[in-house]
């Protein structure tokens, strides 16, 4: 990070801790973006990996990319499996976890997770040796499917977290109006939860769900989710690359009895 040459251009975080959000345990930290200028950089000979060898340029391109579709995949599980709870949640909190559309919600919302696990389980259940190198990398085509199916579904999950919240997502009152004296008997009263939850763990839960579906950082995730690690037609070249397309014809062919 200190070496002679670098510089870093760093976008701020979203902050979730401000005084409009009520506190919770979690998030501590966010991550921060950065570009990074080399500008005549002495790169120190054990950490070069290529020296006049443009050759292999596309296959070190493509290595990356086999470690950095499957490392998207698996980075955004956690992440659905709590999106999952908060939205199930807080369709408890609002009284509508029996109505049958939200329940459908809810189907949505396992399908969703539990397939994007299923298919990130399955790359890393079938390896490759890459390139013979004996280097092993989880399955690319079932990387790039589970990349694949994860961004082109994430803007649906978050529509039905949208809709079991309500309106409520974006018009809450503020922590700071929840901790004025004068307002908070009126927030206890007008905005208290179903059946066991209070006004305040209902506000809470809104407060961290208007963080992840409403907020900057909302649009910023759904911007990740679709390009880091390579936008929809980066998977779609790798499945055209990576499927067994010659064995479903001959499979058609023997079918048809065709000799072509
Ligand atoms: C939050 C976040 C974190 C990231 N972290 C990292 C990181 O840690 N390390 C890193 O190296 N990168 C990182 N990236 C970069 C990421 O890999 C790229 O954003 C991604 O590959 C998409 O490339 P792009 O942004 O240049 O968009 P583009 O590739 O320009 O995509 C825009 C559109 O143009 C289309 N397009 C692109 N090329 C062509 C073409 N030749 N013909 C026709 N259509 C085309 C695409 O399909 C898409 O529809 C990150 C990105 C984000 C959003």
Redesign the pocket.
């Known amino acids: 990070m200190n070496t002679k040459g670098i510089t870093q251009i760093c976008r701020p975080n979203f902050r979730y801790e401000d005084t409009y959000h009520f506190p919770t345990p979690r998030p501590k930290r966010g991550h921060i973006?950065a570009l990074v200028i080399f500008d005549n950089v002495r790169v120190p000979k054990e950490r070069v990996f290529m020296l006049r060898e443009w050759q292999f340029a596309q296959y070190v391109a493509y290595a990356f990319a086999a470690f950095h579709r499957y490392t998207a995949v698996t980075y955004k599980i956690p992440i659905i499996e709590y999106m999952t709870g908060l939205g199930m949640i807080a369709a408890e909190a609002n009284g509508v976890q029996k109505a049958s559309h939200v329940r459908e919600q809810f189907i949505n919302m396992i399908k969703y997770t539990e397939t994007t696990k299923a298919l990130a389980k399955a790359a890393l259940m079938d390896p490759e040796n890459f390139g013979e190198t004996g280097l092993f990398v989880a399955n690319r085509l079932s990387s790039n499917m589970a990349k694949l199916f994860f961004a082109s579904n994430f803007h649906e999950f978050v529509r039905d977290i949208q809709d079991i919240c309500g309106g409520l997502l974006v018009t809450q009152p503020t922590y700071q109006d929840w901790e004025h004296a004068e307002l908070k008997p009126y927030l206890e009263r007008y905005l208290g939860g179903a059946g066991k939850y209070t006004a305040e763990e209902r506000l809470k839960l809104m407060s961290m769900l208007h963080h992840l579906v409403a907020s900057d950082f909302a649009g910023?995730h759904e911007?990740?989710t679709i390009?880091?690690?390579?936008?929809?037609?980066?998977q779609k070249m790798m499945m055209m690359a990576e499927a067994p397309i010659e064995m479903y014809k001959e499979q058609a062919k023997k079918i048809v009895g065709l000799s072509v």
């Open positions: 973006e910023w911007v990740c390009h880091a690690e390579g936008s929809f037609a980066a």
